[in-house]
């Protein structure tokens, strides 16, 4: 039996996942972490640095040929064509302020399409995975896990929806249009960052959206909410995280949720 093109590559991922999940549960929460502001006023901590230079030599041991392109240090270019792309501590601002959503974000770029994610969330004791053709799951391990789907909502007004924050609307000129999407679902919640999406690859959630993000913030979710079923845009419509922002629903509700969002902007009459 053929064995699926990126399984030896998700099974190395999943080990870097292990090995830096136990370096970022030792420094979370610590007496001692030094945090600094960056030029974009966003935070960096050193266990931010520190993870991605683990996953960099892990990666040179492991995938040596590969390009990567992470948050926090300058692109190293590759001779193999594909890339990873990481994002060592998403939700920067709950890690240096003790709250466990944050998580290592992880994901192949192969021939311009992403392959394969990896979203690792050691304080909450969840992870998810996926690569193309392989499905998504939930679980600490392949051997742990299990297959997850999105919902089957079919109705904006039976949907949940999850955000992260509402200042990047105003800035888009649709605060409007967002807050018409929420008055249009059944129950909006701000779960924010990585766990929004995996709440929707996990059925929980039917639409999670934000107005600003990083490829870095994005890549790894996307086959995880696509594997299991759903359907990961920008706010423009385009397919995968190449738009600067993000909308991911269960797939039945896309169209829909981004007619709402359009359907008026800040500064209509």
Known sequence: MTQPRYADDLQVALGIADRVDVYTMERFRA????????????????????AERLIRDLLRQFRSRDGVTGEEEEQQEGRSGRRWIIDPIDGTKNYVRGV??????????????????????????QRWFAAKGLGAYSGRSAASSRRIQVS????????????????????RQQLRGFLRLSQNCWRTRGFGDFWSYMLVAEG?????????????DMAALVPIVTEAGGRFTSLEGQDGPWGGNAIATNGFLHEGALEILHSVRDDDL
């Open 100 to 125: 466990p959503v944050w998580a290592t974000l992880i994901a192949l770029e192969d021939a311009g399409e992403i392959v394969l994610g990896i979203v690792s969330a050691p304080a909450l004791k």
């Open 31 to 50: 007496a001692d972490l030094h945090v600094e502001t960056k030029p974009d006023m966003t935070p960096v901590s050193d266990a931010d640095k520190g």
């Open 152 to 171: 089957k909502v079919g109705r904006i007004s039976d949907a949940s929806l999850s955000y992260s924050s509402l200042g990047g609307w105003s800035e």
């Open 204 to 216: 929980a959630v039917d639409i999670a959206t934000e107005p600003e993000l990083n490829l870095y």
